[in-house]
């Protein structure tokens, strides 16, 4: 029993930066119908990000956090404008061919400027973990889920309250009546990618300090974005929260019980059975699939 | 392209390693067959079929360990203290083994993933892959794990007045990738010509329309994807036999990448498409080497999909002949 509480209270942190990067991949798709590959590599991204303004530039730990997710969105708008823009009245397919040169480009360009050895981002956390009865949790792991949390929370006030989050909303249920009714598309696009590229930053800066950052840990995470999003429905945002914290707590648990070795498989294999099962996912969004 | 101008084609390259007996330039053409035959069985399911398929390499890889393992011979638990032992066999019949373990895994794969389309599809192919990776990491009695299978026996080929040879020489083996390229390439020539392959190229076009002239397009679609997973597990084999090697690296997603990259620049849905592409790509790294990092070839492949997929989408095959092939 207290082992499963400690496997619950872990899942809760790994689920809530993966719900980041499932709503940013899941924002992306629904709005622009754009499988985004280069998801892992923006996480990626953040994480060097934050290493290079706080261990090269020594800025504060939480400037860094900001500044990170900041650059991470530039770089998101500048491969929307770049890339998807001239790619808007192609099909679903090309694009991922292009999305996936892009990540390509991306990951090889990272290791090109930081080399293959895996870095370690500083942080100014204690190393002892805070003990809550038959629970033991690492200070730094907190702050990952608070700052997650809120970031989910900010995510969903800008969603519904905010004009651009009106239009996005419009766009992702139907892009040309949302363009007949005045919304611009284009601006849409790249407030949307931006933003989707963006939470993937702050996923990749939180959880740099935590592992350590090297040029290949965007692949196993932008696949585990894709499930993430499949578990939830593709194109449901609720359904990218709740695969986000499903995936985090199969992880945890399963790798806890079952087996240690197949930790990351559970992830894949769980996408499997749920598309050959029931492709909708567990919160079906409105849309024909098969 | 004609026909005589590709059997051209094919004595020039048959007659290489006697005009240049390089062997550096033989090993790297020996392994840009290899992936040229990969190319070739992946343009059945992305050129003819239109479904981007990105676990390719899931199909490789299986070859590749099946072949390996059953040359090596294996020795595993089955669960109830029963074990499953295999002992070494001749390397004709891993060769064959890996036609059929991929072949398999090609109509499984395709009968979970062919209910679903687009963006679903592609996702539930890569996950695939991902977890067939994860099985040869983590199956340690069985794959080595990340220790890899090593001291694979080389191919060998039963030849006139010689009886078994093994193929150790580097002209061997170029000849032998060479001999299977040529037969992947009329298989899938004879299988687009057939049936069949107007059954693709209809659903490709039109599914629902396909679909209501009576056209059984999950049918047609396991078919091409159990027929082109059997040609990629051949060219696992070969490779599984030529590096004399296997790490759970064959899994990787960057070897699909580079198929996909080949089949798309050399032009999907051509039959001389993936053999151009594989050409130029699998040449290239070689072109390179010495001049610029590793991660550069990386970099110019990446950019080169953009570019092609966004300025000449066809190909360059396509680009070459005018007429519709």
């Known amino acids: ?290 | 392209m004609s026909t005589l101008l590709g059997w051209g084609f094919v004595a020039a390259l048959a007659a290489l390693p006697l005009l240049f007996p390089d062997p550096y330039l033989l090993a790297v053409l020996t392994s840009a067959g290899i992936f040229i035959i990969g190319a070739i069985s992946l343009n059945l399911l992305l050129g003819y079929t239109g479904q981007l398929s990105l676990g390719h390499v899931a199909f490789f890889g299986l070859g590749a360990y099946a072949s390996a393992l059953a040359t090596l011979g294996f020795d595993i638990a089955i669960g109830f203290g029963w074990r499953l032992v295999v002992a070494p066999q001749p390397v004709w019949l891993g060769f064959l083994a890996a036609i059929v373990v991929a072949g398999g895994f090609g109509w499984l794969l395709g009968r979970l993933a062919f209910r679903v389309r687009g963006a679903y599809f592609v996702i539930i192919t890569v996950c695939f892959a991902q977890v067939l990776r994860m099985v040869a990491l983590n199956w340690v009695e069985l794959t080595q794990g990340p220790m890899a299978l090593i001291s694979i026996p080389p191919f060998s080929l039963w030849w006139p007045g010689e009886g078994w040879i093994a193929l150790y020489r580097k002209d061997q083996n170029y000849w032998l990738v060479l001999a299977v390229a040529v037969l992947a390439f009329l298989l899938v020539r004879q299988v687009v010509r057939s049936r069949i392959g107007r059954a693709l190229v209809a659903l490709r076009a039109n599914e629902p329309l396909a679909r209501s002239v009576g056209i059984r397009v999950t049918h047609y679609l396991v078919v091409a994807a159990v027929i082109s997973a059997g040609i990629a597990g051949a060219a696992g084999s070969l490779f599984a036999h030529y590096v004399r090697i296997v790490d759970p690296d064959v899994f990787l997603f960057i070897y699909t990448v580079t198929m996909v990259i080949m089949v798309v620049t050399g032009g999907k849905g051509t039959l001389w498409g993936p053999v151009v592409g594989g050409l130029v790509f699998g040449l290239m790294p070689d072109l390179l080497r010495g001049t610029a990092p590793p991660e550069a070839q990386w970099i110019i492949y990446g950019t080169a999909m953009i570019l092609f997929v966004m300025f000449l989408p066809r190909g360059i095959v396509p680009a070459l002949v005018r007429r519709p092939s």
């Open chain 1, 1 to 290: 029993m207290d082992q499963a509480l400690q496997h619950l209270v872990n899942g809760t942190v790994l689920g809530g930066t993966y719900a980041l990067l499932g709503i940013g991949l899941t924002l992306v798709f629904g709005v622009m119908r754009v499988v985004n590959f280069t998801h892992g590599e923006l996480y990626a991204f953040g994480a060097y990000m934050t290493y290079a303004a706080v261990s090269l530039l020594g800025l504060d730990f939480y400037l860094s956090l900001a500044l990170a997710t900041l650059l991470g969105m530039a770089l998101g708008a500048a491969i929307e404008f770049l890339l998807l823009r001239p790619m808007r009245r192609a099909d679903i397919d090309s694009t991922m061919l292009v999305m996936i040169g892009a990540a390509l480009v991306l990951q090889n360009g990272e290791m090109w400027a930081w080399g293959g050895v895996a870095k370690l981002i500083p942080n100014p956390f204690p190393g002892t973990p805070l003990v809550v009865g038959p629970v033991s949790v690492l200070p730094l792991r907190l702050f990952v889920l608070v700052v997650s949390i809120a970031l989910l929370l900010g995510f969903w006030l800008l969603l519904d309250r905010t004009r651009i989050g009106m239009a996005m909303r419009a766009t992702f249920q139907d892009p040309e009546t949302a363009a007949l009714m005045g919304v611009r598309i284009n601006w849409v696009n790249s407030a949307t990618f931006a933003i989707g590229s963006g939470l993937a930053a702050a996923a990749g800066a939180l959880l740099g300090p935590v592992f350590m950052v090297s040029p290949t840990m965007g692949d196993l995470v932008g696949l585990k974005a894709f499930a993430i999003v499949i578990l939830g429905g593709l194109g449901s945002l609720p359904g990218a929260t709740i695969g986000g914290f499903a995936l985090g707590f199969v992880e945890e648990f399963a790798g806890g019980f079952v087996s240690t070795e197949y930790r990351d498989a559970f992830g894949f294999l769980l996408i499997i059975l749920i598309l050959a099962l029931k492709p909708q996912g567990l919160v079906p969004a409105k849309e024909r699939i098969g």
